[in-house]
């Protein structure tokens, strides 16, 4: 039987998606990993070539395909590396998987939180829901049902299997490649405002301006921002760890107080 074409609707939505995960993600990828490591950003627009960006397509390409498989395994995920170790060591020394281990240690650790001041029950519910907030940042782009997942499911089911129905904008657009170019173009047009900051106080000191016209400041000045705005982003998106990381350590110092017997002050008070 011959295949009947998507509704409009259907249709605009992937054609959105292709674009962008074809064309402006890798375009994006490509110009910052060139001026990033091998090419710095020139000093005027005179010395930008429009077409040098077709140039960055390639490589741009490869990144973003290749980040999308670590994704997809859950690479940035600690249960990934877990199971990792477990694979590569203790698979060959015959050590018992580590679930079963973190399972020892949790009884061992169980009987020793009953003389704290919170039961030990309200501490598994703020894990679970620092849990729960986690998942709606950094890891909802991990594994086979995170962004990236659904992402690669619903395309495969629609130019494999051909249904046309699995067309979702949800899935495809707002989970996962808007906000995916957003962040990309944070860290592509960042450094360029940096830079244009930069040359505009240069205009009104003859030091900074001969300072600017340096190819390794400018290539610094691009790196360290570069490095600042993916530090921050990363910071964004690890929140809810960094929360529950403090929370542990003020849990173990407050532990603490009651073996030495020191006072703990708390400045939230």
């Known amino acids: 039987s011959r295949m009947s074409p998507p509704p409009f609707r259907k249709a605009v939505t992937l054609i959105q998606a292709l674009f962008l995960w074809l064309a402006v993600c890798p375009l994006i990828a490509g110009t910052v990993y060139h001026h990033l490591f091998i090419k710095t950003i020139p000093a005027t627009f005179e010395g930008i070539n429009p077409r040098s960006f077709i140039g960055f397509w390639p490589v741009g390409f490869l990144l973003i395909h290749l980040w999308a498989a670590l994704c997809y395994a859950g690479a940035f995920k600690h249960e990934f590396w877990v199971s990792i170790r477990q694979l590569a060591v203790d698979g060959i020394a015959g050590v018992a998987p580590p679930e079963n281990n973190d399972n020892d240690q949790r009884r061992e650790v169980e009987p020793r939180n009953a003389d704290n001041e919170e039961p030990v029950g309200d501490t598994t519910d703020d894990n679970d829901n620092t849990d729960v907030n986690s998942s709606n940042d950094i890891n909802c782009w991990q594994g086979e049902n995170g962004a990236v997942g659904n992402f690669m499911k619903t395309v495969t089911a629609i130019f494999v299997e051909n249904e046309w129905d699995k067309i979702d904008r949800v899935v495809l657009l707002d989970e996962f490649l808007i906000p995916l170019t957003r ?55 690890f929140q809810d760890a960094l929360s529950m990381w403090y929370k542990a350590a003020h849990k173990t110092a407050r532990d603490h107080r009651y073996l030495v017997g020191e006072v703990l002050l708390n400045y939230q008070s």
């Open 183 to 237: 962040r990309l173009l944070v860290v592509l047009c960042a450094p360029i405002v940096a830079l244009v900051l930069a040359f505009a106080a240069a205009q009104l000191s003859p030091f900074l301006n001969n300072i600017l016209k340096e190819v390794t400041f400018r290539s610094y000045l691009y790196r360290y921002s570069i490095f600042n705005v993916v530090l921050i982003q990363l910071a964004l998106g």
